[in-house]
């Protein structure tokens, strides 16, 4: 029995809900990094929204997520929220004093299996969740979501390399290929046309999808069951607020009174 | 000191099945009895420490308990974010094996002379810092913390002195004194502790009697039995083969410092020859100044000097 199916029958997770609450929360915090958190909110939505087996935070055998895009942390608190697993107290604590939502994730919130932040890391520690998996026996696969600029850390590849080798067919990676980094285009800085190359050569099954259709990102999701899979998403930085999008200044800026109702009634008005 | 570290951890790995050995490609006739016995449990990550250190934090979030194998340099400098962000954030048990430490791959150069793991390693809260002495101590070490909670790093000589001297003697948070004298304090850590022990022996010969104090265990700090030996002590030097910033010596002087204790102190540490000059183990040890002859030189001087140094600064030439 292929246990995907019945996870696909379940309902998304609303990617206009997730939207809302990023521009909810980062207007209240007065902080940044919401280009990039928009970027990733129809992924999050597939994988929050079924494609994850997550039963309760507390199960040491539901899938692990590992958000390599720390600074997208917002995406997934609200992902969280909307899944139950953070009260709205503590969602509208974010970027607060004392509070456990930083702009980069910790794992002391339940639910978030690592801590993540600096680029680079986070496909490493997803790789040693898969192997340990296969090592014990466990029917478990681990998520790494990771940004296109994080593609320019080695570290990745000693990653990558190790899990095509390992045939870790238990380890799902979703790029955020947003084309942008924090200075500039991709495409200027480090360009990244042979991506779908890179990792097929490392052993990788590679999927490209548009990043911005959670049915086809959740399709894409699909683990290939003989190699590890990666499944390069199309997305747009700022998606859904028309003068956030693929703007560089909105992985840094917090929003006016303006900016924000602006924001807000642009994004509800998208699925 | 590495092949009764490899035996002890293959006789753990029978008792539990948790134990898992990585390597980042190095190792050649040591992990060999371990990859033998437990195939499943051994894998080379390839020539790639981040990831080593990436993958033992996965692994030990799933309950296993990771050992990570390569030369000291390697197996702390080049990782050290990864050290710091995975099993030291996460609070998981991963170990680091560091094997070398010092000028220990003497002719390799520069890049294998492992002088700043114990600073980098002790200023990671939560990391625990061994030195054993010789080989009976480090399967001593491991066979006292290889369970523990907290992240650990092993810090092992390529090779053991040629006669144990530990008495396969290890304990948490504690020095161990080797040797008692009242003349000089003389402490030390790791592989060096053997040649201070020469050293000590040559002191005896001339009529200074000193006391031999080995710190195998640098995090958490022996603070107590540090306080009660320099408290007693006449004069302090201390041999580490490790530069001087942030490694046994600077630990030494934050107890003397913070206990209030004047004492005629120095520190004996590894530099660098420079200009791009190496050689062997033995050759950097004696231009550090790390070898018995010139460690109880070292030792001779500083008593030499605190009998000339006056009890109280003379203030009389100040207005």
């Not at chain 1, 496909?123 to 320019?152: P, Q």
């Not at chain 2, 399967?139 to 909670?149: D, G, H, K, Q, T």
């Not at chain 2, 020859?273 to 040890?285: E, F, H, Q, T, V």
Request: hydrophobic share 45%; proline share 5%; with cysteine.
């Amino acid at each position: 029995m292929e246990p995907d199916q019945a996870l696909a029958d379940q309902q998304i997770l609303s990617s206009r809900a997730l939207r809302k609450l990023i521009l909810e929360e980062s207007y209240r915090a007065h902080v940044g990094h919401i280009g990039s958190a928009l970027s990733v909110v129809d992924i999050l939505a597939a994988l929050y929204g079924g494609a994850m087996r997550l039963n309760s935070p507390d199960d040491p055998d539901r899938d692990r997520f590992v958000l390599g895009k720390g600074h997208a942390a917002l995406a997934l608190y609200a992902a969280l929220f909307l899944r139950g697993w953070l009260g709205r107290a503590e969602l509208a604590s974010y970027c607060a004093d004392d509070s456990r939502l930083g702009v980069h994730p910790t794992h002391h919130l339940p639910g978030v299996d690592f801590s993540t932040g600096s680029l680079g890391l986070g496909l490493s520690i997803g790789t040693g969740s898969a192997l340990a998996a296969r090592l014990l026996g466990k029917d478990r696969r681990t998520y790494v979501l990771l940004s296109d600029a994080e593609c320019n850390e080695g570290s990745t590849w000693e990653a990558a390399m190790f899990a095509g080798h390992h045939r870790l067919a238990n380890l799902i990676v979703v790029v955020d290929v947003n084309g942008q980094q924090a200075l500039g285009p991709t495409a200027e800085i480090m360009n990244q046309t042979r991506m779908p190359e890179l990792w097929s050569s490392c052993g990788w099954a590679v999927r490209e999808v548009d990043g911005h259709a959670p049915a086809a990102v959740r399709e894409a999701i699909r683990p290939h069951h003989q190699q590890p899979l990666v499944v390069l998403a199309r997305t747009i930085s700022g998606r859904g607020v028309s003068f956030m999008e693929r703007q560089v200044r909105w992985h840094y800026l917090p929003m006016s009174d303006e900016q924000y109702a602006m924001a807000l009634a642009e994004s509800e008005a998208l699925l | 000191m590495r092949h009764e570290f490899i035996a002890k951890l293959c006789e753990l790995a029978a008792r539990d099945p948790r134990i898992m050995l990585l390597t980042a490609d190095l190792g050649f006739s040591v992990v060999e009895p371990f990859a033998q016995a437990y195939p499943d449990r051994f894998v080379n990550v390839g020539v790639a420490e981040q990831n080593m250190i990436g993958l033992a934090t996965g692994l030990a979030e799933a309950g296993l308990l990771p050992f990570c194998y390569s030369i000291a340099t390697f197996a702390t400098l080049r990782p050290y974010e990864f050290i710091r962000n995975g099993p030291i954030a996460h609070e998981l048990p991963v170990r680091i094996i560091g094997v070398g430490g010092g000028f220990d791959y003497g002719t390799g150069g520069s890049t294998h002379h492992s002088l700043e793991d114990i600073a980098v390693m002790r200023a990671l809260a939560g990391m625990m810092v061994l030195a054993p002495i010789d080989g009976p101590q480090a399967a001593a070490a491991l066979e006292r913390v290889w369970s523990a909670p907290s992240p650990v790093y092993f810090r092992l000589g390529k090779d053991s002195p040629r006669v144990a001297i530990s008495g396969g003697q290890f304990e948490l948070g504690r020095a161990q004194t080797m040797r008692r004298g009242a003349g000089v304090l003389l402490i030390s850590t790791g592989a060096l502790v053997a040649e201070t022990m020469t050293a000590a022996e040559a002191l005896a010969s001339g009529g200074v009697q000193a006391t031999v104090l080995s710190v195998p265990c640098l995090a958490p700090a022996p603070l107590a039995d540090l306080r009660t030996a320099l408290a007693d002590a006449n004069a302090v030097l201390t041999i580490e083969a490790h530069q001087q910033a942030g490694g046994l010596g600077s630990l030494v002087a934050e107890v003397l410092a913070e206990a209030g204790l004047a004492r005629p102190f120095r520190r004996l540490a590894a530099t660098q020859p420079g200009a791009g000059r190496g050689g062997s183990a033995a050759w950097l040890m004696e231009r550090s100044g790390l070898t018995a002859g010139r460690i109880a030189s070292a030792a001779r001087e500083l008593l030499l000097l605190s009998r000339h140094e006056p009890d109280s600064v003379d203030h009389s030439t100040h207005p």
